[in-house]
Nanobody, 117 residues
């Protein structure tokens, strides 16, 4: 059973930056596409960025040009660099497997990101 632990969240002002990190246990991490998801209060969880096992990234339109996803397979880590943050980026951020892989591992606790002046 793979365990996922997210970290790096916090409260920043609009225009600020944060770098999220996700640590995964298990030896099969490098085989799967991974993604960062977020869930704002009262909204469904959405996939905002994903990265293939070959490190090819993909982003939802609302974060293109501002967020950068990366992975370090040797360390079993996935990162999300978030720049030019906006209040609408406020959410709990989670990492997990991503499409086209259809099975999600157990969700971690996530990390809270709050953008406020």
């Amino acid at each position: 059973q793979v365990q996922l632990v997210e970290s790096g969240g916090g409260m920043v002002q609009p225009g600020g930056s944060l770098r999220l990190a996700c640590a995964a246990s298990g030896s099969i991490f490098n085989l799967y596409p991974m993604g960062w998801y977020r869930q704002a209060p009262g909204k469904q969880r959405e996939l905002v960025a994903s990265i293939s096992s070959a490190a090819r990234p993909n982003y939802t339109d609302s974060v293109k040009g501002r967020f950068t996803i990366s992975r370090d397979n040797a360390k079993k880590m996935v990162y999300l660099q978030m720049n030019s943050l906006k209040p609408e980026d406020t959410a709990v951020y989670y990492c997990n497997t991503a499409p086209p892989y259809t099975t999600r591992w157990s969700w971690g606790r996530g990390t809270q990101v709050t953008i406020s002046s």
